[in-house]
């Protein structure tokens, strides 16, 4: 376990090695600098003082090693959109927002989902499971941004009872979360109802019902205990998923997130901030993949021996 | 499993070739035939939009700016006076293009890639492994963006960018796949008879994953028209003057709440079109007749 344990940390720290460096190396090469596009042009001289400030000049390599000796101490630079801070106090100013609007979306689809999802297992084949899988595959398929534009229709334009966009409490929640997390229900809803379906199909079920015991007691000693294990290692992962995708429901409702923020800060090509944004949300992702995993092991005793010998 | 399945099935389709048989299986299924016609429907309109569109696309007329519907202009005008409608039958193009190519170039690379790890097996499987492992790990939506944005926005970028985290799948299936049917009689026969490998793995592996194939490319086009209509509604994917669905709704950002038809009619492409992608890879599913868990 603990060379398993050992060995996914390596991975994680190479692949964000090398993300970084990917990153890094493109954001330096591709034509149109941060200095490129700008209202007032600058002369020769002054461009190349701008370049030795923010060391520019230097060559990519030794630029890459300078960059990470200072973001392994979490020290990501000053963003060139807002120098008067710094990219990691940006991004742990805008983490909340877009972190409790992931959350709740997710809780949200998830509650909603795996609920759906059981009651179309338990009634596999009947007409309530079709409208069922029927209805997820449609909620599915709208955007999370096309829904936002509705709902701000409804409730803002029309009802007025509640707000367009922007933040202030509680109340500028609502639509984003709805927006956001009423689309995932469906792919929620038809995994857990697919998990639910396989577990039930097993022999182990049908020797419970062998043995005389009665559906509430199978369904919920049996079936559920085991649906819950891939259940728990593709809705974890959700999480941070829903937190790091919120861009496009930021922008139609105008939150103050990460999100905005990056897509912000890419079309200004403010480098120190993207690459900030983007190792930091690869760190969030691959440490809750790297937990999921060990939980897959503590969960199912299974998996834990297949680790040790692979 | 597949061939337990297929003698289970046998007295029910005894003298139906293998085609007959999962088109009747194909046919049962209503989104998965909404999805076909839906298709074929939306290939014309985005092949024939130069010929049947009734304006050009770019033909901008300050006199009529966000007009609602009339018999001039079926689906009324954008806020440049520009004919929705024309404009809505170009979108399909770069829709259609980003669906299929991207699931095609992730093809191109993840078949061999994956067909070569699970037949060989041994370090370039442990090194292909670890390279899926890789880049599964990346937050691909993130790198998309930071791409399209490094690269300029277009739709061969938009392709490209895409496709550097959609070779992940098809590799990961392809491996999965080989690596059973390795295992069937008949390629160790062709083995035993010292068939050369590249002519078993074209002759007598890749026929046997071909379909499962199919079903994993229909699978990944909707994906890729969801990230074309979000990068373009961003405003980072397709360019103007060039129409693209999502890119029309970011077009209508100040004017929906006023005007509903700028935004009602791409909204309703972009559902209607995931929603039958969705149906067809459903449909294909069904018609291969195989429990796929991956």
């Given at each position: 376990m603990l060379n398993y344990v050992l060995r996914r940390f390596l991975g994680i720290l190479i692949m964000l090695l090398l993300l970084s460096f990917v990153t890094f190396v493109l954001s330096r090469t591709?034509?149109?600098?941060?200095?490129?596009?700008?209202e007032v042009p600058m002369g020769k001289k002054q461009l190349e003082l701008f370049k030795a400030k923010y060391g520019l000049d230097k060559p990519i390599l030794e630029q890459y090693v300078t960059w990470l000796g200072q973001a392994v101490r979490l020290d990501f630079g000053v963003p060139f959109t807002a120098p008067e801070m710094t990219v990691t106090g940006l991004i742990f100013k805008l983490l909340p927002y877009s972190a409790l609007l992931g959350f709740l979306a997710c809780v949200f689809s998830l509650t909603v989902g795996i609920i759906l999802g059981m009651i179309a297992a338990a009634h596999q084949n009947s007409w309530l499971d079709n409208a069922i899988v029927t209805y997820s595959i449609v909620v599915g398929s709208i955007p999370a941004f096309v829904l936002g534009f509705v709902v701000v229709y409804v409730?803002?334009?029309?009802?007025?009872?509640?707000?367009?966009?922007?933040?202030?409490?509680p109340k500028y929640l609502v639509l984003p979360v709805f927006a956001y997390g009423f689309p995932a229900i469906g792919g929620v809803a038809r995994w857990t109802r697919q998990c639910m379906v396989d577990t039930i199909s097993s022999d182990y079920v049908r020797t419970a019902y062998a043995k005389g015991l009665v559906r509430s007691q199978v369904m919920s000693k049996h079936v559920l205990r085991n649906a819950l294990i891939p259940m728990v290692t593709s809705f974890l992962p959700m999480f941070p998923g829903m937190m790091t995708g919120s861009m496009f429901i930021e922008m139609v409702f105008g939150l103050p997130g990460l999100g905005k923020q990056f897509v912000l800060s890419s079309t200004n090509r403010d480098y120190p901030m993207v690459l900030g944004i983007t190792v930091f949300w690869a760190l969030l992702l691959s440490v809750t993949y790297f937990i999921t995993d060990i939980l897959y092991g503590v969960i199912d005793p299974r998996v834990r021996i297949t680790q040790k010998s692979s | 499993m597949t061939r337990a399945k297929s003698q289970r099935n046998a007295p029910e389709t005894r003298y139906a070739s293998n085609w007959v048989a999962a088109w009747r299986r194909f046919r049962r299924s209503g989104l998965a035939m909404f999805g076909l016609v839906y298709f074929i429907i939306i290939l014309f309109v985005a092949v024939m939009a130069p010929v049947i569109s009734p304006y050009p696309y770019d033909r901008v007329d300050y006199g009529i700016t966000l007009q609602l519907p009339t018999w001039q202009h079926l689906l009324g005008t954008d806020y440049?006076?520009?004919?929705m409608l024309t404009r809505l039958m170009w979108g399909a193009r770069p829709m259609l293009l980003v669906g299929i190519l991207t699931g095609a170039v992730g093809m191109v690379i993840g078949v061999p890639l994956g067909i070569l790890a699970g037949y060989l097996g041994g370090a370039f499987d442990w090194f292909i492994q670890r390279l899926v492992d890789l880049f599964s790990a990346l937050p691909w939506y993130l790198l998309v963006l930071y791409l399209v944005m490094v690269l300029s926005p277009s739709v061969w970028n938009l392709i490209l960018a895409l496709s550097v985290s959609s070779w992940v799948g098809s590799c990961r299936l392809v491996r999965g796949l080989t690596f059973s049917a390795r295992e069937y009689d008949f390629v160790e026969a062709a083995r035993a008879l010292g068939i050369p490998t590249r002519q078993i793995l074209a002759r007598h592996v890749l026929p046997q994953i071909a379909p499962l194939l199919l079903w994993g490319f229909a699978t990944s086009i909707p994906g890729s028209v969801f990230a074309e209509a979000g990068l373009s509604f961003l405003g980072i994917g397709i360019r103007p003057p060039i129409p693209s669905w999502g890119q029309m709704l970011g077009q209508a950002g100040q004017y929906w709440m006023y005007y509903w038809h700028v935004f009602l009619f791409p909204s309703l492409c972009i559902v209607i079109s995931v929603l039958a992608f969705q149906g067809l890879a459903d449909g294909l599913r069904q018609a291969i007749d195989v429990n796929v868990n991956v």
């Open positions: 591709v034509p149109g600098g941060p200095f490129g596009k700008v409730f803002a334009a029309k009802l007025a009872i509640l707000p367009a966009g922007g933040w202030g409490g | 440049l006076g520009r004919d």
